[in-house]
């Protein structure tokens, strides 16, 4: 067969275009292609929701493949295990109760499982602002390149809709920072506002992280290291079992009350 060059560019820009443009309506938009957002996005397009992840970076992941201090191996507790076990991740218990993984075998995998269950990750592109309706519920992401932002262009943006978005932009909780500061919005914690991440403590952060994982706003649930951030809570360092059990979570709440309404 003789390559020609056109139809390998336009078969990239027609599919990805038909993905993207397909994602401007979906059930659930998630900021970031980290452990949280890609777990989460797992278990949803399993269960046949329609979601899309959008991810700031070129490669998916956010702080798992650096592991701990750049060794790339990961902790996980019994539970995070589990989850590692069920998406084909192999571990090795290192002390009774103490899991080890390859931090980049975990990252791929969650990518891997995630696309293939259904759901779509569009890495490169930024959420730089949330979409709202009447009682400030918020119904959408306001997205651009990361390249616009990075080479400080004025472009303006495109709009995803979407049922709910989850907020799963690690230690920045990027998305709960624009509620805040540009709706004036009352979060759900205690002092209306993004609490602030504590110093580390992995027991105590590791299970008030699930706890945290929740409805932060109307439309918007935060997971992971924002959930966190958002409620005050303790950083627990490269253990990352509460990262998937939180993803899981935010995913069964999507479910629970998409079933409900
Ligand atoms: C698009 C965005 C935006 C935006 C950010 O940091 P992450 O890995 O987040 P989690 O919560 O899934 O995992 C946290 C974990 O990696 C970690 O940091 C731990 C365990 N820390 C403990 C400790 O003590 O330090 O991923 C978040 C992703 C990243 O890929 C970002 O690039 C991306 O979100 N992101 N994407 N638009 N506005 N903001």
């Given at each position: 067969m003789k390559i020609d060059d056109i139809t390998v560019s336009r078969a990239i820009a027609e599919s990805f275009t038909k993905d993207f443009v397909d994602s401007m309506e979906v059930d659930v938009a998630i900021a970031g292609a980290g452990p949280s957002g890609m777990m989460a996005a797992y278990y949803l397009a399993k269960a046949g929701v329609k979601t899309a992840i959008f991810e700031r970076?070129?490669?998916?992941?956010g702080g798992m493949p650096g592991g701990g201090m750049m060794f790339n191996r990961i902790v996980l507790q019994e539970e995070g295990k589990e989850l590692l076990d069920e998406i084909g991740v192999q571990t090795k218990e290192?002390?009774?109760?103490y899991y080890i993984a390859d931090s980049l075998e975990t990252i791929s995998t969650l990518c891997f499982r995630s696309i293939q269950a259904g759901a779509k990750i569009f890495n490169?592109?930024?959420?730089?602002d949330v979409m709202i309706r009447e009682h400030d519920r918020i119904v959408g992401l306001v997205l651009n390149w990361s390249a616009v932002s990075l080479a400080n262009l004025h472009v303006d943006p495109l709009a995803v809709r979407s049922k709910t978005v989850i907020?799963?932009?690690?230690?920045?909780?990027e998305i709960c920072h624009i509620v805040v500061k540009k709706l004036g919005g009352k979060l759900n914690t205690r002092t209306g506002g993004v609490v602030g991440e504590k110093s580390l403590w992995a027991d105590v952060g590791e299970r008030e992280l699930v706890e945290n994982?929740?409805?932060?706003?109307?439309?918007l649930i935060v997971a992971g290291m924002a959930a966190n951030a958002v409620y005050g809570s303790p950083r627990m360092g490269a253990i990352f079992g509460g990262m998937l059990l939180s993803g899981k979570k935010a995913a069964e709440i999507v479910l629970r009350d998409h079933a409900d309404n």
């Open positions: 970076q070129l490669r998916v992941g290192y002390e009774k109760g490169l592109i930024s959420v730089e907020d799963a932009t690690g230690h920045a909780s994982t929740r409805e932060v706003y109307p439309g």
